[in-house]
C-alpha cells in the first residue's frame, strides 16, 4: 500500500485495528433532523471519545472548527432527499479538489446496490475510487437501503459489500444483520457497522456494537444512537469502552448509567 494511503487509513483506524466514526452525515437527505439542526455543535462534545467524524462539506463548513485533531470523513455523495422519489438516486458530489481543499483523511459514498440506480451508484463508486487513488485518499462505501428496510439480511448485504470491495472501496460500511459473520468473511475489506434509525433501548445499541466486532466487524459508524441519545456522551463513552478496551454491554452500559447520572 502507498505510503500516503496507510497514513490516512492509520488516522482513522487506530493500532489496535479498530475504529469508532460519528456519523453526522444526515443532513444531506433528512435536512435539519432533530438534535442536528446545528451540526458543529452535536459533534463537538462527542469528539474526544471518536477516531473520525463523517459530514458533509457545507456542514463542515459552516458548523466545525477547523481547529479540531479529529480526522475527517468527507461525505461525498447526495442528489436526494426524503421528500424525493428515490432515495437511490445519487451521484458524487464533490470534486477530487474539493476533497483536497477540505483535507479529508478518507471520503464515503452510498451504493445501492439492487435498486433502480445500482448501475449508476456502483460507476460513481469505481470512479470516485480512481480519482482518489491518485492522491492516496482511502474510500469509505455505504452499502445504502433507501427505505428498504427488508433489505438488512446477511444475503443482499454480502452480496453488496463484496461488490463495493471489488470496486475498490478500502473500508465498507453496512448493518448488522443475523449471520452477520457471513458478510464478514465474504468481504475482504475492513467493515464498519452502520447504525440505521435509533433504537428505544440503549443496551440494545452495545449489544450489536459488541457482536458485530465479535463477528468480524473493527468499528461502527453511528449517529442517532449517539447524538440522539439523552446523554449522548455517555452513550459515546460507551461505545468507545467497547469497541477499544474490550467492555461487555453490561460493563459498557454502566459506564453511560454512571455518566448519564452525572451529567
Known amino acids: ?26 443532513g444531506y437527505f433528512q435536512g435539519p433532523t432533530h438534535r442536528l439542526e446545528n451540526p ?113 439480511s446477511a444475503r443482499y448485504l454480502a452480496l453488496a459489500c463484496r461488490v463495493c470491495a471489488e470496486q475498490g472501496a478500502a473500508v465498507v460500511k453496512t448493518y448488522y444483520c443475523e ?10 475489506v475492513p467493515i464498519v457497522i452502520a447504525g440505521g434509525p435509533k433504537t428505544e433501548n440503549d443496551l440494545e445499541v452495545m449489544q450489536f456494537v459488541y457482536d458485530g466486532i465479535q463477528q468480524g466487524a473493527i468499528g461502527v459508524n453511528l449517529g442517532r444512537n449517539i447524538w440522539q441519545n439523552d446523554s449522548p456522551e455517555g452513550m459515546a463513552r460507551a461505545l468507545q469502552a467497547i469497541i477499544h478496551e474490550n467492555f461487555t454491554p453490561k460493563e459498557a452500559f454502566g459506564l453511560y448509567e454512571e455518566m448519564k447520572n452525572n451529567s
Open 1 to 26: 500500500m502507498e505510503w500516503g494511503m496507510a497514513n490516512r487509513l492509520a488516522r482513522t483506524i487506530k493500532p489496535d485495528g479498530k475504529c469508532f466514526y460519528l456519523a453526522v452525515d444526515h
Open 40 to 152: 458543529g455543535q452535536t459533534a463537538e462534545p462527542l469528539l474526544k471519545y471518536v477516531d473520525a467524524v463523517f459530514m458533509p462539506r457545507g456542514s463542515i463548513r459552516a458548523s466545525l472548527n477547523p481547529n479540531i485533531d479529529t480526522p475527517i470523513i468527507l461525505r461525498v455523495s447526495g442528489g436526494n432527499s426524503m421528500v424525493g422519489e428515490d432515495l437511490a438516486n445519487e451521484e458524487v458530489t464533490n470534486s477530487i479538489e474539493d476533497i483536497i481543499r477540505i483535507n479529508a483523511s478518507a471520503v464515503g459514498i452510498s451504493v445501492y446496490v439492487g435498486s433502480q440506480y445500482e448501475h449508476q451508484t456502483i460507476m460513481a463508486l469505481s470512479k470516485l475510487v480512481n480519482d482518489c487513488y491518485d492522491y492516496s485518499i482511502p474510500v469509505m462505501a455505504v452499502t445504502a437501503v433507501g427505505r428498504e428496510e427488508e433489505k438488512k
Open 179 to 188: 449471520d452477520f459473520e457471513k458478510v464478514v468473511r465474504g468481504c475482504p
